[in-house]
């Protein structure tokens, strides 16, 4: 199994800073893209950021210029730092990672538990 576990959420009021963290552990060979999606109340789930193993990313167009995301390879986890929060940007955030298991080397989609960002305005 492929356990996420995401950190980071919580209030602060617009225009103020986030760093949501998401450390992937369990039997994992390796790690493609890792992302973070995004649910509000009564919305759909989307996108907000995603980040190859090769580097590469790709934003919402929402969320260009005030969010980036990385990665540390070496600890198996992702990163976004959230700045210039808006109150639009409240919502449930989902970490999700593409990873290769290890004995089946099998490739499977894994989501995090979800972690709560409320922006006041």
């Known amino acids: 199994q492929v356990q996420l576990v995401e950190s980071g959420g919580g209030l602060v009021q617009a225009g103020e800073s986030l760093r949501l963290s998401c450390a992937a552990s369990g039997s994992i060979f390796s790690i493609n893209a890792m992302g973070w999606y995004r649910q509000a109340p009564g919305k759909q789930r989307e996108l907000v950021a995603i980040?190859?193993?090769?580097?590469?990313?790709n934003f919402a167009d929402s969320v260009k210029g005030r969010f980036t995301i990385s990665r540390d390879n070496a600890k198996n986890t992702v990163y976004l730092q959230m700045n210039s929060l808006k109150p639009e940007d409240t919502a449930v955030y989902y970490c999700n990672v593409q990873a290769v298991h290890l004995l089946s080397r099998g490739v499977g989609y894994y989501w995090g538990q979800g972690t709560q960002v409320t922006v006041s305005s």
């Open positions: 980040i190859t193993s090769g580097g590469s990313t």
